[in-house]
Nanobody, 118 residues
């Protein structure tokens, strides 16, 4: 089992920045892929960004490309999502996930709320 705990969410004005963290513990593996997803009010959960454990391969959704940056796992087994130039439409619950492939997500965190005011 892998445990994922997100933090760093909060309330920010449009144009501002936040950095989300995801602490991974348990049976982690360098073969895992890590990712961020979000669920906006009234919408399905959607992909935001993903990265291989080493950080060598990354994918970012078009809706956040150029504004959000995903890191590889650091020595503390923590994943980050740097979010800049935030927009009200970025308001969502953000989830961290881990999986055995870029399309296979096996573990999820509990989510952290991000609210962007206009």
């Amino acid at each position: 089992q892998v445990q994922l705990v997100e933090s760093g969410g909060g309330l920010v004005q449009a144009g501002g920045s936040l950095r989300l963290s995801c602490a991974a513990s348990g049976r982690t593996s360098s073969r895992y892929v890590m990712g961020w997803f979000r669920q906006r009010p009234g919408m399905e959960r959607e992909f935001v960004a993903s990265v291989s454990w080493s950080g060598g391969s990354t994918y970012v959704a078009d809706s956040v490309k150029g504004r959000f940056t995903i890191s590889g796992i650091d020595a503390k087994n923590t994943l980050y999502l740097q979010m800049n130039s935030l927009k009200p439409e970025d308001t969502a619950v953000y989830y961290c996930a881990a999986g055995s492939g870029f399309h296979t997500w096996d573990y999820w965190g509990q989510g952290t709320q991000v609210t962007v005011s206009s």
